[in-house]
């Protein structure tokens, strides 16, 4: 906060404003008068995000309808005695609500080892001498000392600028450094172009200079973007609107069924009591109280792969998400682009362009030309423009050391790049300075767009020049330069979003600093163009063409301009032949219904602000997407936090961008996001041959149970034996079944859509088939073995083992919907090959051990019939591999009749 009136700073002489603090751009504020401000407007930081309580995390848990069902399930065994079917659902959702918990708190935990600790410092004026403080303690009125390196500590008006450069991707997502000045501009200027401006969260590159303070907290930049994020609705996940869907749906299912009983026993003119006790027991049973537990093992398993493969999960349900998205929002600075400026084309004055083979600051590359290696030592016209960016350049490189992997820049990034292409020619940067020292400069002026130095070497002297081209070369002597053949391949590179510089020299010619360039013109002699460019991530042009053939479309959302945008677009592949680029200015002026209707052709937003962020994700999420907004910038946090999936970035991303999102990726990549993409829809693809399987169990066991009343046979199984197969047979391989590897076509299949029940038609045709055949292999058992006068006592008891054979042929059909269960690796999910054993030997121990016979009412079973008993139970796996035959026919006859249509 800040105890101001806050006029437009930007549009306000200096004198004004020191004038409006109360300050002095010498003495800065006294100490008291700044203890003052500080009590009354409070400390220079945004108000953190206080951690949720334990038991907030963990009754956060129980907000599922399906939970609310199984509370209501669990009473109504309570209200008939089943006390231990009570127990067992209670535990049951008790051990869902401590996994969630505990799998959203290691998430938390993740992102705390995330954040930088150390507290930023900066230098002030107070009573007239400088001091260095915290920047908590800044107030409105403060002078700030600028210099190359810094932090910035709130948002300030600057006084003095000399060649003064700061990085404010954060904020506006321009991803070069901005030439800063003191000059008043237009009061409706946007953020990016307040070049008299800097701002909290900012880095200084380059220069120096001295600013007043002019916002403090949550009155700067920074905080009003925090505040519209914390007013950002976060969206319901997919999976917790189906889930919701999904619970209305299964108490339908269960009044009705509740109903058909007591309707079909009261036509049987059985007592009324008995009947209601029957529905309400069969009421229960098809509630599966399994799947919470396995619903949130298999996004906490989600969430664990995710980290392996670099993207820290911070909300469960956000695992299932990414994998229903249908558009990624994408930054492009770093994410997919390296973020690090490099050469990549040069031009001599003889008109022989060079190519520049490596990306980034490391000297890793070549400079080829007509099919051959160049290097300094080749070429004098190449060696003249390699030495002349070498010594007419501010920056520096750092190699790699012991701990760092990276050369670092130091300076502006776009001069650190001049050296590494130097480094590749075979020009060694220190070497060449410390011969030619610098003896005088013409900063870089941001309005002549160009700079020179003048080095002295054994009484020889020159000058070298470098800027922009249309610039430059209006100073170049004419008679030894291909103007327009120079002019032409310029445009060409900057048309191929290259930054292009030119670079000349005078020899022996004396550099007179306060006469400026115009003494130059026509003198200076043409050494050469580099083109320049924040390259693309090798890896990201791949994973554009699996996002696009798992039909997710990519949308670059970038603060550069919009030429330079469009043409990485288009070299990934994220723009098709057609479509567009839109930047800031154009977006405002269009309305809603003109964005609607124009969203499918634009691929590039280009420097757009953070309300309009906000914007795109609210105009895709209102055409049914589903959308992925990455960022890493404070400008991003808004529309990360109303995204469906937010993914900041771990190393660049600022706090409030890691705070706002759900899923924060470690590399920076956008490749990690893809494979993010694919491990979602393989949670959401076991979550669902889950749901199949537990439906399929509790159908039968209903089923059957349904068909012996209907048709006045005893129960063929007993209460505690459902129990059994509930909880154990149905245990021991839900979870496991749960832990299915890839099939391998997970990109390219379609993503899920936002309106698609969680219990598909598909899913539907494949359990009525599983319960059509299960049933009828169990209950036509049933039928004859009471016919042949068996005693019940072993009918119901191989009835029972019949059922539990049916479930371990069912799991095994769920494995996939097309795959042949017969072609799948058992082994490749250990833990379901595992838990088959182990349920097959704890029902031997039910079937042949005499204290559970007591317990489980069981009798042993013949060996002779164990062998019938998995003949039986088989038949519903071979049916199931009839139909997955079919599918695959029918989907290679369509392959073949797409491919002969292509041809």
Known sequence: MQAFPSPVWHATEPGMILAELKSDAVAGLSSEAAAERLRQSGPNELPEEKPKALWRVFAAQFASPLIYLLFVAAMISLAMGHASDAAVILVVVLIN????????????????????????????????????????????????????????????????????EATEAALTGESLPVLKNIEAVDAEAGLGDRRNMIYSGTHLTAGRGRAVVVATGLQTEVGKIASLTATAEEPKTPLETRLRHFGNWLVGASM????????????????????????????????????????TIALAVGMQRMARRGAIVRRLAAVETLGATSIICSDKTGTLTKNEMTVTRLLLPSGLQVEVTGA?????????AEGRELTAQDDASLRALLEAIVLCNDANLVPPEAEEAHWRPLGDPTEAALLTVALKGCVEPETLRREWPRRAEIPFDSSLKMMATQHGHGGKCRVLFKGAPEKLLALCDGATLDAAGVHETSEKLAARALRVLAVAEVNDAPLDEEAGFEPWR??????????????????????????????????????????????????????????????????????????SASLERISVFARVQPEQKLRIVKAFQAKGQVVAMTGDGVNDAPALAAADVGVAMGITGTEVAKGAAKIVITDDN??????????????????????????????????????????????????????????????????????EGLEGDEMRRRPTPVNEPL?????L?????????????????????????????????????????????????????????????????????????????????????APMNRIFHTVPIPLADVAILGVIGSSVLWIEEIRKWLVRRRIQGAGSARSMTSA
């Open 256 to 295: 009705a069924l509740f109903v058909l009983i007591i309707g079909f026993g009261l036509l049987r003119e059985i007592p009324f009591v008995s009947i209601f006790m029957v529905a309400i027991s069969q009421m229960v049973s098809v509630v599966p109280e399994g799947l919470p537990v396995a619903m």
């Open 765 to 849: 045709e494949r359990l009525l088939l599983m319960v059509s055949t299960s049933v009828a292999a169990v209950f036509g058992f049933f039928l004859w073995r009471q016919a042949s006068g068996a005693p019940f006592a072993l009918v119901q008891t191989e009835t029972f083992t019949l059922i539990a054979v049916t479930q371990w042929f069912n799991v095994l059909n769920c494995r996939s919907a097309t795959q042949s269960a017969l072609s799948l690796d058992v082994l490749r999910n250990r833990w379901l090959a595992g838990g088959l054993i182990l349920g097959n030997a704890l029902h031997l121990l039910v079937i042949y051990t």
């Open 522 to 595: 026509g003198r200076l002699r043409f050494l050469g163009l580099l083109g320049q460019m924040d390259p693309p991530r090798e890896e990201v042009k791949t994973a554009v063409a699996e996002c696009v053939a798992a039909g997710i479309r990519p949308v670059m959302v970038t603060g550069d301009h919009k030429a330079t945008g469009l043409a990485i677009a288009t070299e990934l592949g994220i723009a098709k032949p057609g479509d567009i680029a839109v930047d800031s200015a154009e977006l405002k002026a269009m309305p809603e219904e003109e964005l």
């Open 670 to 739: 956008f490749a990690t996001i893809v494979k993010a993409i694919e491990e979602g829809r393989l949670v959401y693809q076991n979550l669902k041959k889950v749901v199949l399987f537990l439906f399929a169990t509790s159908i039968d066991e209903v089923s059957v149970l349904l068909l012996a009343l209907l048709c006045g046979y005893p129960l063929p199984l007993a209460a505690v034996q459902i129990l059994w197969i509930n909880i154990v047979t149905e245990g021991m391989v839900t979870v496991n079944l749960i832990l």
């Open 97 to 164: 609500a401590l996994i969630g918990a505990v799998q959203e708190g290691r998430a938390e935990h993740s992102m705390t080892a995330l954040r930088r600790l150390s507290a930023v410092k900066v230098r002030v004026v107070r009573d007239g001498r400088e001091a260095i403080i915290e920047a908590r303690e800044l107030v409105a009125g403060d002078i700030l000392l600028l210099s190359a390196g810094d932090q910035v500590g709130a948002d300030a008006r600057l006084l003095e600028a000399a060649a003064l």
């Open 360 to 368: 980034g600051y490391s000297p890793e590359g070549k400079l080829l």
């Open 759 to 763: 219990f598909t038609r598909p899913m």
